[in-house]
């Protein structure tokens, strides 16, 4: 049984980042490629969340800047041993800017700052967009010379934090670069990026890694019954690490639907709202699978039991409302009891009031 006083899982963008792709096998055969086929200034990798597109806007980056002679460097890939290598490791490089919500700053490794403050000096909220003064901060970075590269890189992550000004602001250096400026865009949302800067930009998609491949890697970080939280992250490896290391086992996953369905509160002690969202948009899902005779997605081996077909719809529709507005700040414990309401109305706890088939 979970806790209640167990901390919510990490979501994938708040986990402790991995120090380099190489800590990530699955990452070797699209980097090498990427150096090989690269034809433009700017890259946008994309791919689901929880695979590693900022530890790959990285490794290019360091591959780019290393200081090794190429010749000596297989397939261009970065050495890892010199002075650049190691500034980029530790994200102070002088040729080398890092752009992320003032939120994602400590999860991606940065030194939080001062910008979390109004002019008159208040702490407010740090903010989840990239905004508008910070594209205009690394267009004054790109124009200075290189400190000692001979080229600069801007890695934008996730680029789908842009607000519409700061994308726009983007869009005019993206067509005229200075210098030999490069751009890496890494986003789980490509199309919510204006079309015009994603058609400026070289597309590096990334899949998620063979299941084999994933297993294997979480089990070599000591995650165990790793099958079971890698379905519960949507196949996603790092996102099912991240729960891991929030103390979320298998056996504490499994046992949700139960949990839910008895109306336990309890259950999501301490989560934050998004993402007890999120979880219930999985189980609500997999029961919709279950009510169409189908195997559950992310809650292999529990009982997940069928229901009504037109309440579980929409159920689903409220619980996308939801996630629009969940990082409102609500009253979490009153929300969460409201979500478990609706769980109930929509005929968690009973199976179909009438066979799917004889249904008008």
């Not at 530790?90 to 999860?107: G, I, K, N």
């Not at 084999?212 to 996102?239: M, N, R, T, Y």
């Not at 609500?284 to 039991?305: E, W």
């Amino acid at each position: 049984m979970v806790s209640s006083t167990r901390r919510a899982p990490a979501a994938a963008a708040e986990r402790a980042p991995i120090t380099t792709a190489a800590d990530l096998p699955w990452l070797a055969e699209p980097l090498a490629q990427t150096l090989a086929t690269q034809r433009s200034h700017a890259l946008l990798v994309h791919g689901p969340t929880g695979v590693g597109q900022f530890e790959m806007a990285l490794a290019l980056a360091r591959s780019w800047l290393c200081e090794t002679p190429a010749g000596e460097r297989p397939a261009g890939l970065a050495c890892g041993r010199c002075g650049s290598c190691h500034l980029v490791d530790e994200h102070s490089h002088p040729d080398l800017r890092l752009l992320v919500p003032e939120a994602m700053r400590a999860q991606v490794g940065l030194d939080a700052d001062d910008a979390a403050s109004d002019d008159d000096g208040k702490k407010r909220k740090p903010s989840r967009e990239i905004k508008v003064e910070q594209i205009r901060a690394a267009i004054n970075f790109s124009e200075l010379t290189a400190g000692r590269a001979s080229l600069k890189v801007l890695v934008v992550y996730p680029a789908e934090a842009l607000n519409t000004v700061a994308a726009n602001a983007l869009l005019k250096t993206l067509e005229e670069p200075p210098g030999t400026l490069r751009f890496v865009l890494a986003s789980a949302a490509p199309q919510a990026l204006p079309a015009t800067v994603r058609s400026r930009c070289q597309s590096v998609p990334l899949r998620p890694p063979p299941a084999d491949q994933a297993l294997a890697w979480l089990e070599s970080q000591g995650v165990a019954q790793a099958g079971v939280l890698l379905a519960a992250s949507g196949q996603q490896p790092l996102a099912a690490l991240a729960h891991h290391q929030a103390g979320l086992d298998g056996a504490s996953w499994l046992a949700l639907p139960t949990r839910v369905a008895a109306g336990d509160a309890g259950v999501f002690a301490n989560w934050p709202l998004p993402q007890v969202v999120d979880v219930l948009q999985k189980l609500c899902h997999d029961r919709l699978l279950a009510t169409l005779g189908l195997a559950p997605r992310y809650f292999p081996g529990s009982t997940v039991p069928p229901g009504d077909l037109a309440r579980l719809t929409a159920w689903a529709a409220a619980l996308r409302r939801h996630a629009r507005s969940a990082e409102h700040p609500w009253s979490a414990g009153l929300a969460i009891e409201a979500l478990l309401v609706e769980a109930h109305a929509a005929d968690f706890t009973r199976g179909p009031s009438a066979p799917i088939h004889s249904r008008p």
